[in-house]
């Protein structure tokens, strides 16, 4: 037998793995629900499946005060680009799984705390797989109630007044795949110049959100991505601000231009309601 049969095996193996976890995590998926005037949807979304012993792969996290009949837990560490007040977010949500497939709790993180996902009644609980969640307006905390955002001090302030406010913001590994230095300070008037001209206010309803199956990938995969979306979007900003020629001037035209088209997406959407 050649040296690279079992090699060739191992990986046959892992691929039948993680066509497996991606099965489960797919039946499992959260459905999310976004403000009517949300500006960012998720991107990526990189999934584990864990056993009750591991560690989360992407929060400092353990889950040893699992109810004793998890089987296994599903993790879903949701991506976007961009949020409302610096460049990108990660939030994540946990489904214990338990025999015969039942889910058996959910958690959510909840500006960098964790939260309950799943209410007592389960009544957030669709098809009897998919926790129903509310995205926090532009900062996409996660909360099984929606009534819970209606309580920060800071709802419309967050969204208005300071979108843009934190810029380049960046925390944890993730640092590490932004720029330092004296371009930085570019960089970062840049990032929050652009979100600023995505400040809303929130309707405070919600549609539906279902994640995509070709938005599903494997933490690892996810993570080794993370700095060449961080990359694509920071040029994405330079290649637009240099071809309108931003630099010093209040408000641009393409920034009126985005402004004004969302606000009269929004009066359209309330026209047809």
């Avoid at 990108?88 to 500006?111: A, K, M, R, S």
């Avoid at 206010?201 to 199956?213: G, N, V």
Wanted: glycine share 8%; proline share 6%.
């Amino acid at each position: 037998m050649s040296e690279s049969a079992p090699n060739g095996w191992e990986e046959q193996t892992a691929k039948n793995a993680e066509g497996e976890e991606r099965k489960l995590c797919e039946r499992y998926a959260p459905y999310l629900m976004f403000d009517l005037r949300e500006p960012f949807l998720p991107n990526l979304v990189g999934f584990s499946c864990l056993g009750v012993e591991e560690e989360s792969p992407s929060f400092p996290r353990s889950f040893e005060e699992a109810d004793h009949r998890t089987e296994f837990v599903l993790e879903y560490a949701i991506w976007w680009d961009y949020e409302i007040g610096h460049i990108y977010q990660l939030e994540q949500v946990w489904i214990y799984v338990g025999p015969n497939g039942e889910v058996l709790d959910c958690e959510v993180t909840f500006h960098g705390r964790i939260l309950k996902g799943l209410l007592k009644n389960r009544s957030n609980l669709s098809d009897g797989s998919h926790v129903r969640l509310f995205a926090q307006p532009g900062k996409h905390a996660l909360s099984p109630m929606p009534e819970v955002f209606e309580l920060l001090p800071d709802l419309y302030l967050g969204t208005g007044q300071r979108a843009g406010a934190d810029g380049l913001y960046a925390g944890g590994e993730i640092a590490c795949s932004l720029p330092a230095g004296g371009d930085a300070e570019e960089v970062h008037a840049r990032v929050k110049r652009y979100l600023r001209s995505f400040a809303f206010k929130p309707a405070l309803e919600y549609t539906e959100y279902r994640l995509l199956s070709e938005q599903l990938l494997p933490w690892p995969q996810l993570r080794e991505t993370i700095p060449v979306r961080l990359s694509d979007r920071l040029l994405e900003l330079e290649l637009i601000f240099a071809r309108d020629g931003l630099r010093g001037v209040e408000e641009s035209t393409a920034e009126r231009r985005m402004r004004r088209s969302r606000e009269s997406g929004s009066i359209e959407k309330e026209e047809a309601r």
